[in-house]
């Protein structure tokens, strides 16, 4: 597979979700959160009335942003665990990329999980925050790693 850049991936995915965003839609996004193998997608839409509206994003948006995560992850810094896109349908995409604050699970994790981060995404102590910190022990007393 030839590895993409990040601005590549970031159009792809927004191709996506205007294939896949409903009649009438007017804005909506894709929040993706990402901790070790574990990852969650909400894609949401709305209509100009505010009506919610489904979004169905099948498994090729998954793998674009796994792939936009590893693509923008830094030795030492590790990589980001939130991710946001924000659509109109005239066309616009914006992102937000949060490397510093935990996710908002709807469905919660293990604190295994964060081990798995630290294996495959580095961070130096300095950009470790203290709640990553506090997972990674919780992990390694569960026995992890």
Known sequence: MTERNPGEIMQDVGRQFFEAAPQGWA???IVYRRVGK???TQAT?????GTPLTVVMGRPVLRALRELRAAMARPGSGAWFTA???FTSDGRMTWDFDHDHEPEWVTGISPLHYLQEQEEFP??????????RERLTQGQALGGL
């Open 123 to 132: 961070r130096d102590q300095e950009h470790t925050p203290a709640w990553l």
């Open 38 to 40: 574990t990852a969650e």
């Open 45 to 49: 839409a709305q209509a100009a009335d």
């Open 84 to 86: 946001v896109a924000r």
């Open 27 to 29: 804005n909506g996004s």
